[in-house]
């Protein structure tokens, strides 16, 4: 049972408090965590000296959940990403000046989510019935009438249900379901090229609009490669325990069925080859991108981009393929988008070190950015998805889609 919720800004600011109990749990315990080493603030689970602490990191704020009684630890970190991701939705993004311009949104949002420190209703779609999504004729409304509450007056149709993420009586005139595989690779090149950290995580988004209650099996053809899978709770356990198979009843709408995370993949789709030789004040750079790996899709929006070191006074950077741009922090941002089959992207340029400095001893990071369309990089497939009692007319579509999460060429 959770007693009190906390998040708390990159400063240490308390942004908002929820007691969840009778009992109040004072403020000053998100001063002795705050007070706390790095190493020991990064752990999940924390005893004080009063009080069990459970923690997630999120967008720059820290969601601290505090109780005195010992409960499941993963239930309660399951929860704080729950309401992370509860927030992210409704509030289109998550920063400090989104939670404080939408207080009231916020803390009824808790107030459904849990009931008396214990977890009531969590599911994105159902809280959406109850409580209506910030827009600018809610914020209107609110200032005139002098009502600033969003909830409903009346209970969503799923309270009635027996699946608690679905309503009874959903219809529609034309039956549709859809997957997509959407993934962020993950990898480290070191400066001799030699790849040193390779991995994808992904998502299995489904996007339902199915009459009654549909009863959806999924397969892969490929799901030994799959690591670290996370289910939405539709899922059901055993069958893909037992066979690796996805069983479900979906929620209306467009939500995240699954993820999970492929290890140690031995390549990349692309490659940058920075070479950087500098002396007697100025240091030459050249960097050549192109496609390593033919994923058999075209790679569209590949940018990169880098931070010149401090002792960079100056610096003239041409390309002959995109746009390059030095912002005012000293950030080089070099716009490829599709890469031509004629002629391999390159950049050129010097840069003009400060005076008495004669060679450059701090190398940039290079960090890449892509998308493919069509393509799922860590090599999972789609094999078949199957409904149980199929309605006139099913409509069934599949898409992929990966890009670039921290993609790091160290020169």
């Given at each position: 049972m959770l007693q009190c919720i906390f998040l708390v800004s990159d400063c240490g600011e308390v942004i908002l408090e929820k007691q969840l109990t009778g009992h109040r749990v004072d403020r000053?315990?998100?001063?002795?965590?705050?007070?706390?080493?790095h190493s020991f603030k990064q752990q999940s689970v924390i005893a004080s000296p009063t009080h069990y602490l459970f923690q997630i990191v999120r967008n720059g704020i820290t969601f601290l959940a505090c109780t005195q009684v010992e409960m499941p630890p993963l239930m309660a970190i399951e929860f704080l990403c729950r309401v992370h991701t509860v927030l992210s939705d409704y509030l289109e993004?998550?920063?400090?000046?989104?939670?404080?311009?939408?207080f009231v949104i916020v803390y009824e949002l808790l107030d459904e989510m849990i009931d008396n420190g214990f977890p009531l209703t969590t599911e994105p779609n159902i809280l959406r019935e109850m409580i209506a999504p910030p827009n600018i004729v809610s914020k209107m409304l609110s200032v005139v009438t002098g009502n600033s509450s969003n909830v409903s007056d009346t209970l969503p149709s799923s309270t009635a249900s027996c699946v608690p993420w679905r309503t009874t009586d959903v219809k529609?005139?034309?039956?549709?379901?859809?997957?997509?595989l959407v993934e962020e690779m993950d990898a480290i090149v070191n400066r001799d090229g030699v790849l040193v950290k390779c991995e994808v995580y992904g998502e299995v988004q489904v996007n339902s609009h199915i009459t009654g209650v549909p009863d959806l099996t999924l397969l892969f053809t490929n799901p030994s490669i799959l690591d670290d899978v996370r289910f939405h709770p539709c899922v059901?356990?055993?069958?893909?325990?037992?066979?690796?198979?996805?069983?479900?009843?979906?929620?209306?709408?467009?939500?995240?069925?699954?993820?999970?995370?492929?290890?140690?993949?031995?390549?990349?789709?692309i490659y940058v080859k920075p070479q950087l030789t500098s002396d007697a004040g100025k240091c030459r750079i050249n960097l050549m991108v192109g496609i390593k790996h033919d994923p058999?899709?075209?790679?569209?929006?590949?940018?990169?981009?880098?931070?010149?070191?401090?002792c960079v006074l100056s610096a003239d950077l041409t390309s002959n393929h995109g746009v390059v741009n030095i912002l005012s922090n000293k950030m080089c941002v070099w716009s490829i988008d599709r890469i031509p089959k004629d002629k391999t992207p390159a950049l050129s340029g010097s840069l003009v070190l400060e005076a008495g400095l004669e060679r450059l001893h701090v190398f940039p990071i290079f960090q890449v950015s892509f998308?493919?369309?069509?393509?799922?990089?860590?090599?999972?497939?789609?094999?078949?998805?199957d409904l149980k009692v199929v309605p006139n007319r099913l409509y069934k579509g599949f898409r992929a889609l990966t890009r670039a999460g921290l993609f790091e060429v160290r020169s």
């Amino acid at each position: 049972m959770l007693q009190c919720i906390f998040l708390v800004s990159d400063c240490g600011e308390v942004i908002l408090e929820k007691q969840l109990t009778g009992h109040r749990v004072d403020r000053s315990i998100c001063d002795w965590f705050w007070n706390q080493d790095h190493s020991f603030k990064q752990q999940s689970v924390i005893a004080s000296p009063t009080h069990y602490l459970f923690q997630i990191v999120r967008n720059g704020i820290t969601f601290l959940a505090c109780t005195q009684v010992e409960m499941p630890p993963l239930m309660a970190i399951e929860f704080l990403c729950r309401v992370h991701t509860v927030l992210s939705d409704y509030l289109e993004g998550l920063n400090e000046d989104l939670i404080k311009d939408n207080f009231v949104i916020v803390y009824e949002l808790l107030d459904e989510m849990i009931d008396n420190g214990f977890p009531l209703t969590t599911e994105p779609n159902i809280l959406r019935e109850m409580i209506a999504p910030p827009n600018i004729v809610s914020k209107m409304l609110s200032v005139v009438t002098g009502n600033s509450s969003n909830v409903s007056d009346t209970l969503p149709s799923s309270t009635a249900s027996c699946v608690p993420w679905r309503t009874t009586d959903v219809k529609y005139a034309s039956n549709e379901v859809y997957v997509d595989l959407v993934e962020e690779m993950d990898a480290i090149v070191n400066r001799d090229g030699v790849l040193v950290k390779c991995e994808v995580y992904g998502e299995v988004q489904v996007n339902s609009h199915i009459t009654g209650v549909p009863d959806l099996t999924l397969l892969f053809t490929n799901p030994s490669i799959l690591d670290d899978v996370r289910f939405h709770p539709c899922v059901r356990f055993r069958p893909w325990e037992s066979h690796h198979i996805l069983s479900f009843v979906p929620p209306d709408g467009l939500f995240k069925l699954m993820s999970y995370r492929v290890k140690k993949l031995k390549s990349v789709p692309i490659y940058v080859k920075p070479q950087l030789t500098s002396d007697a004040g100025k240091c030459r750079i050249n960097l050549m991108v192109g496609i390593k790996h033919d994923p058999g899709k075209m790679i569209d929006s590949i940018n990169v981009q880098f931070q010149l070191p401090p002792c960079v006074l100056s610096a003239d950077l041409t390309s002959n393929h995109g746009v390059v741009n030095i912002l005012s922090n000293k950030m080089c941002v070099w716009s490829i988008d599709r890469i031509p089959k004629d002629k391999t992207p390159a950049l050129s340029g010097s840069l003009v070190l400060e005076a008495g400095l004669e060679r450059l001893h701090v190398f940039p990071i290079f960090q890449v950015s892509f998308r493919i369309q069509g393509v799922a990089l860590s090599g999972l497939q789609i094999d078949k998805l199957d409904l149980k009692v199929v309605p006139n007319r099913l409509y069934k579509g599949f898409r992929a889609l990966t890009r670039a999460g921290l993609f790091e060429v160290r020169s």
